[in-house]
Structure formats: structure tokens, C-alpha cells
């Protein structure tokens, strides 16, 4: 039984660093499956923080979800969201009032890779 038992651990702890190593390189070649992904990093453009998202060349069964966020002391709040299957795009816009300074992101999802991405953070002052 001891024997069965050591060679059963054995191919499960052999098999184990092969699986680990293939799934992020099979996430990024599903990544790299669409032609075109944007995630602009968000700017003040008049009274609002906005950012543009697209795809193109992507599959209509994978579908896309886009979240402007801003940070706070107890992390990051979505305040606005866009999503859709294949090819579109859209911009994501908040309106900014009051005063004081925030960081904000885009952050990219979708339901055929485990990574999930987000754009470069900047710090915009209302």
C-alpha cells in the first residue's frame, strides 16, 4: 500500500510544475488571440475622467468587461463600467467634482484568459 501510495505522489508532484509553467503562456497566447485590445490610461478631459476601450479581432464568443477606478485608503472603487462579447468599444467617463487628488485606472477583464489586466495609474486632481 506504502508503495502504490509514494508512486501516486510522485507522478502527481512530477506532473504538478508542468501545469503551473503552461498555464500562464496558454493565458497570454489567448491574450494575444484578439487583433487589438485598448485600455488608454484615463485623463481629465473638462469636469471628467475619461478613458477610451476597444477590441477588434476578437472572438464573438469572448466577452469583455472595462472598469474605470478610483483608489481610496480601502482600495479601488469601480465608477464606471463598460462591457460586450467580441469587437466594440466605448469610453468610460466620470464626472469629477469636489476637490482633491485620486488615482484612477482602467482595468480589463475577460472570460477566456486568467489575467486580468489594467492600464497605467494616474493622478488627477478634481
Request: charged share 20%; proline share 2%.
Amino acid at each position: 500500500m506504502k508503495k502504490r501510495l509514494a508512486i501516486i505522489v510522485l507522478t502527481v508532484a512530477a506532473a504538478a510544475p508542468a501545469l503551473v509553467a503552461s498555464t500562464p503562456a496558454a493565458a497570454q497566447a489567448q491574450a494575444l488571440a484578439c487583433g487589438w485590445i485598448e485600455r488608454a490610461a484615463p485623463a481629465k478631459v473638462g469636469n471628467y475622467v475619461k478613458s477610451a476601450v476597444a477590441t477588434a479581432g476578437c472572438a464573438r464568443d469572448e466577452h469583455f468587461t472595462y472598469k474605470l477606478q478610483r483608489q481610496h485608503w480601502y482600495g479601488w472603487e469601480n465608477v464606471d463600467t463598460a462591457d460586450w462579447w467580441g469587437n466594440g468599444s466605448d469610453t468610460l467617463a466620470f464626472y469629477c467634482r469636489g476637490s482633491g487628488n485620486y488615482n484612477y485606472r482602467v482595468r480589463s477583464e475577460s472570460n477566456k484568459s486568467v489575467i486580468i489586466h489594467h492600464s497605467n495609474d494616474r493622478n488627477i486632481s478634481c
